[in-house]
């Protein structure tokens, strides 16, 4: 097989990372984003020459305009696509956000209508399955102080 030939059957995934958040009461930051019809995590892609905790960061900054320490990599998500393309997802464990934190979060709004935390067992009619599936997976991973490789959402054992 040519240089060529291997390059072309070459994966190029496009990635995004996000982080979890929490309150006081363990429940969950989602944002309402203007241009998807469910709720999601607040992140996004990742740059050219940027890592994916980089990324988290910037985009955490970015949707919520503060920078809370992110923590460790808590699911690493492959989710196969064959109309736009396969992406890796990577969500890190932002913490607890403080009260002082929480007051300072100021949202663009040309992106986003809304955040609000909400019970771990109310996201899956909150948001799409998968994206469920994968908030659940980093959720216990948080706990047994694990990271999930995930493949669809679904846990590879």
């Not at 969950?28 to 020459?49: F, M, N, R, T």
């Not at 955490?60 to 064959?82: K, M, Q, S, T």
């Not at 607890?96 to 979060?105: E, Q």
Request: aromatic content about 6%.
């Amino acid at each position: 097989m040519s240089e060529n030939e291997h390059e072309a059957k070459m994966a190029r995934p496009r990635m995004a990372a996000g982080a979890l958040f929490f309150d006081e009461a363990d429940r969950i930051l989602l944002v309402e984003p203007s241009y998807k019809d469910h709720l999601d995590i607040p992140g996004g892609y990742v740059e050219q020459g940027e890592s994916p905790r980089q990324a988290c960061v910037r985009e955490i900054f970015e949707e919520l305009g503060i920078r809370p320490r992110i923590g460790r990599l808590l699911v690493v998500d492959w989710a196969p696509n064959p109309g736009e393309g396969d992406k890796i997802l990577y969500l890190f464990d932002g913490g607890r956000l403080s009260p002082d934190l929480r007051r300072r979060i100021t949202l663009p709004a040309d992106e986003l209508r809304g955040c609000e935390f909400h019970p771990v067992d109310q996201v899956p009619d909150l948001t799409i399955p998968r994206l469920a599936r994968r908030i659940a997976a980093a959720v216990e991973a948080r706990t047994s102080g694990l990271t999930a490789y995930l493949e669809h959402g679904e846990h590879v054992r």
